[in-house]
């Protein structure tokens, strides 16, 4: 007597289960197996991009549960950015109010104040790095930053 390989039921000569209608002469293959991780079902180019998307949340996220290399070293690549805009910006505050201080103290009015127009500079060259960033990853390329681009490579392999 011949049973079937997938469901288990008798089949006598038949090629497929009368009950299931698998093919008896190759092995059935296992249930639908679990992925690997959660974001299996994302292209690797979305997932990069997305790492960037909410900052070092979503990098954080992404370096956690993806196992991709790729994946790992855009969320990686994520989060060292977004740690790195903070030193920037404390160090511009710092400055601008050492100039407002040193102008103030000499007595020119208003020339500190010119040290403000540059706060719309920074935040646009921060922004224009995130999409550059962003689009580097969805163009399935590995864009490293000057410094940090380095020590993420080192840390994620």
């Known amino acids: 007597m ?10 006598g000569d038949a090629g497929f289960c009368p009950s299931c209608g698998a093919s008896q002469s190759a092995v059935a293959a296992p249930a639908a ?9 994302i292209e690797e180019n979305v997932a990069g991009l997305l790492c960037y998307l909410f900052g070092w949340i979503s990098g954080l ?14 969320g990686a690549q994520a989060i060292a950015f977004n740690i790195a805009i903070v030193p920037l910006w ?19 009015p208003g020339l500190g ?5 540059l706060v719309p500079v920074i935040g646009l060259a921060i922004f224009a790095t995130w999409i550059f960033l962003m689009y580097k990853a969805y163009s399935r390329e590995k864009f490293k930053l000057p410094i940090i681009g380095n020590i993420v490579e080192k840390m994620v392999n």
């Not at 197996?33 to 079902?41: M, W």
Request: hydrophobic share 55%.
């Open 61 to 74: 996220i992404f370096l956690l549960i993806d196992k991709r290399p790729f994946v790992r070293f855009h």
């Open 33 to 41: 197996a679990a992925s690997d991780s959660p974001t299996a079902g």
């Open 2 to 11: 011949a049973f079937c390989k997938s469901c288990g039921k008798e089949i």
């Open 90 to 108: 404390i160090a511009y505050l710092i400055l601008n109010f050492v100039v407002l201080g040193v102008t103030a103290a000499m007595h020119i």
């Open 113 to 117: 104040l010119l040290t403000w127009f």
